[in-house]
């Protein structure tokens, strides 16, 4: 068997994408050809360190109708978290949005991942840990990652902790894919440039896997090759964290998990 044949066969990346400076502007139109019904509405998963940033904040456009979560991101998300999260919000009548924002790192696109499957697939959070055990799509969903490194903006998973049984694993299944992603690298303008560092070596360590690692594909490793590269470019400027190099480590991060995804 080649090095090069995995089994894999039919693989699933994000639908759209927009990239560059001000992307973020876009997210009104985006939301507004889904707002079909009256009082339809989307529920917002933002990163807890944007509670108080009200100039960002005031840019979601949000509508009275909408729903503003703010994920605590100390800690990963729980199997128990995610459960109660989708009870509190079938509570409230918002079982059926006509869209799912998340905004942040992993941490919060992850947990908006799993809630849009919750939504629309009966039962707890735990019964969909593993391979493609989801089975109805979920509710639309739009990722704007604010790091880059973590390639869940691109991934089919969404990773949660059982505290019960002490089992870390994803949700994997083609409809945790988000449907659209808002690549704006003013996003990560303010972040520190350790954190900035380190999570870019995410990417970076996910193509080391993936060009090491047994299951492999010829496109899992161009992925792979393109991410270390434009890695490889911002790691090693005078200025890492210029407006040019967050755009490419924004799109290393996405490659970077399209390649892990893929291999």
Same mark, same amino acid.
């Given at each position: ?174 409809? #945790?894919?988000? /449907?659209?992603? =808002?690549?704006?690298? %003013?996003?990560? &303008?303010?972040?520190? +440039? *350790?954190?900035?560092?380190? #999570?870019?070596? /995410?990417?970076? =360590?996910?193509?080391? %896997?993936?060009? &090491?690692?047994?299951? +492999? *594909? ?9 991410? =270390? ?35």
């Amino acid at each position: 068997m080649s090095v090069l044949d995995t089994g894999v066969r039919n693989v699933r990346n994000v639908l759209r994408y927009t990239v560059g400076n001000g992307g973020l502007s876009n997210l009104s139109a985006m939301l507004s050809s889904r707002r079909v019904k009256e009082k339809a509405s989307v529920i917002f998963f933002v990163d807890e360190f944007f509670k108080n940033e009200t100039d960002v904040i005031s840019r979601l456009e949000i509508q009275i109708e909408d729903e503003v979560v703010f994920v605590p991101t100390k800690n990963e998300p729980t199997t128990d978290i995610i459960d109660q999260i989708v009870d509190r919000l079938r509570g409230q009548g918002l079982a059926q949005p006509c869209a799912i924002v998340g905004m942040g790192g992993g941490i919060t696109m992850d947990v908006a991942k799993a809630v849009s499957n919750l939504l629309t697939n009966e039962g707890k959070a735990e019964e969909y840990q593993g391979w493609d055990l989801v089975k109805a799509p979920g509710i639309y969903k739009i990722a704007i990652p604010t790091l880059s490194g973590t390639g869940a903006e691109a991934t089919r998973t969404c990773v949660m902790t059982n505290k019960k049984t002490g089992l870390k694993l994803g949700m994997n299944s083609d409809f #945790t894919v988000y /449907d659209q992603i =808002i690549m704006d690298p %003013e996003l990560t &303008a303010t972040v520190p +440039r *350790n954190q900035f560092f380190y #999570t870019g070596m /995410d990417a970076y =360590i996910h193509c080391i %896997e993936a060009l &090491a690692g047994q299951y +492999r *594909n010829p496109i899992g490793d161009a992925y792979s090759r393109e991410t =270390i590269s434009l890695c490889r470019q911002v790691f090693l400027d005078e200025d890492m964290k210029s407006s040019a190099n967050r755009e490419k480590l924004m799109v290393a991060s996405y490659l970077g998990g399209c390649a892990i995804a893929t291999s």
